[in-house]
């Protein structure tokens, strides 16, 4: 292995682990925060994690598929895992782009139902929009877990 590539695969691994460890530690941060914080401390709080991970997470997926796509230059359209692959982590890229709008739409509803507490429908589209995001990031996690899947086949071949 070149050393080029040995760095390469560094990057890959680090910037990797940062989005899974990511993935999960905000399904974590996620359940305990509903149960300790009230409403507008929630909104607050998850407002305040989004901006600061989205830089974070973004970075590192982009680095991860950046770093991917250099290690199997060579073996572009040649291979259709690869192919599989490279799909994939522009389907994740989408999945997250959608995650962040959803989770822009959460703020705003939740601004407007602490403003309108009284409001039955409000509260009924934060169940709704609380469902979607856990969906999105159950998503995320799938075709996340396929990537590596994927990864490490390629890897082993």
Not at 16 to 25: Q, T
Request: charged residues 15%; aromatic residues 4%; contains cysteine.
């Amino acid at each position: 292995m070149h050393a080029t590539s040995a760095l390469l695969v560094v990057i890959e691994l680090i910037a990797a682990s940062i989005w899974v460890g990511g993935l999960v530690c905000i399904a974590v941060v996620t359940k305990v925060a509903r149960d300790v914080l009230d409403g507008p401390s929630q909104m607050v709080f998850f407002r305040s994690m989004g901006r600061r991970y989205s830089v974070v997470g973004t970075t590192s997926l982009l680095v991860a598929i950046a770093a991917g796509l250099a290690l199997s230059w060579s073996s572009l359209s040649s291979s259709r895992t690869i192919d599989a692959t490279v799909a994939l982590a522009g389907v994740l890229v989408v999945a997250t782009i959608l995650g962040m709008r959803q989770a822009r739409a959460m703020t705003s509803l939740r601004r407007i139902l602490i403003a309108n507490q009284s409001d039955g429908s409000m509260a009924n589209s934060l169940r709704r929009g609380r469902r979607l995001a856990n969906a999105l990031r159950g998503l995320l996690a799938l075709i996340t877990l396929a990537i590596v899947i994927l990864g490490a086949w390629i890897v082993t071949r």
